[in-house]
């Protein structure tokens, strides 16, 4: 569903949070994802669990859940949100990790901002733990996966 306007302004073109009040609570769902590619001695480094920095899969996962908690201190005028559940999860695979991040609410508002700052956090946890094995390395490629309840209905990435 297309809308006409921008929601996040007001008819004077001025910034403004959006009044969710008369939307109707449903259970909504997001996934997003990202990668971040890098060495193959690092990617090694990582799954072998010998980068200096100690587990990075377990950093950056807390991390990630900790930015989607967060990402109304962040992204201005995102809405504070009760988050009903949080996972990160990472797979390992020709010279990337792809991050993957679901959340779930059940609100007034979706909930696609804190899993796509699920993904950014993650990522750039995962770059700072091997950044001293590797500055070469890449975050790319995150989206939005899809998404789930509230008026605009289900969205699916092609």
Same mark, same amino acid.
């Given at each position: 569903m297309t809308q006409s306007r921008l929601t996040h302004l007001d008819m004077a073109g001025h910034a403004r949070m959006v009044d969710v009040s008369a939307k109707p609570v449903t259970h909504r769902k997001a996934v997003a994802c990202g990668?971040? &590619?890098?060495?193959?001695?690092?990617?090694d480094m990582i799954q072998s669990g010998d980068m200096p920095k100690g587990d990075v899969?377990?950093?950056?996962?807390? !991390?990630?859940?900790?930015? !989607?908690?967060?990402? !109304?201190? &962040?992204?201005?005028?995102?809405?504070?949100?009760?988050?009903?559940?949080?996972?990160?999860?990472?797979?390992?695979?020709?010279?990337? =990790? =792809?991050?993957?991040?679901? =959340?779930t609410t059940t609100g007034a508002t979706g909930v696609e901002i804190e899993a796509l700052t699920a993904v950014s956090v993650a990522a750039l946890t995962l770059y700072d733990m091997c950044k001293a094995v590797d500055r070469g390395m890449q975050i790319d490629n995150i989206r939005l996966l899809h998404k789930s309840g509230g008026q605009s209905g289900e969205y699916n990435a092609k």
């Open positions: 990668e971040i &590619l890098m060495a193959s001695r690092t990617l899969y377990a950093t950056a996962r807390i !991390a990630g859940i900790m930015a !989607a908690k967060k990402t !109304a201190d &962040l992204i201005p005028l995102c809405h504070p949100l009760s988050l009903s559940s949080i996972s990160v999860d990472f797979a390992a695979g020709n010279d990337k =990790v =792809v991050i993957t991040a679901v =959340v």
